[in-house]
């Protein structure tokens, strides 16, 4: 069974630096794409970045704007959110996913099948 587990969230105030980590279990993700998405109080859920299994390709939403930077460690099945010059805005539920198949487009949304439960990011003004 596929199990994600996010952590490294909690409340900062703007300009701050996060670190958040997904940590998954339950088989080898290596070849398949993770990705991090965010949701706020009332609003959709978007996807913040992803990357590929390999680690060669990334992709952000616009938002990010040059601040937050995904990266994985295979060899520990996690996935980490670098995030820098946090904003009031960012404030958000965090969740990590894992694609639903090695081939699939790592930027869209469907793409991913397995989900966390999320960790709590909040930047105060």
């Known amino acids: 069974q596929v199990q994600l587990v996010e952590s490294g969230g909690g409340l900062v105030q703007a300009g701050d630096s996060l670190r958040l980590s997904c940590a998954a279990s339950?088989?080898?993700?290596?070849?398949?794409?993770m990705a991090w998405f965010r949701q706020a109080p009332g609003k959709d859920r978007d996807i913040v970045a992803a990357?590929?299994?390999?680690?060669?390709?990334?992709h952000y939403a616009d938002f990010t704007k040059g601040r937050f930077t995904i990266s994985r460690d295979n060899a520990k099945n996690t996935v980490y959110l670098q995030m820098n010059s946090l904003k009031p805005e960012d404030t958000a539920l965090y969740y990590c996913?894992?694609?639903?198949?090695?081939?699939?487009?790592?930027?869209?949304?469907?793409?991913?099948?397995?989900w966390g439960q999320g960790t709590q990011v909040t930047v105060s003004s």
């Open positions: 339950g088989r080898t993700f290596s070849a398949y794409p």
């Open positions: 996913a894992v694609g639903r198949s090695p081939y699939s487009s790592i930027e869209r949304g469907s793409t991913y099948a397995y």
């Open positions: 990357i590929s299994g390999s680690g060669g390709s990334t």
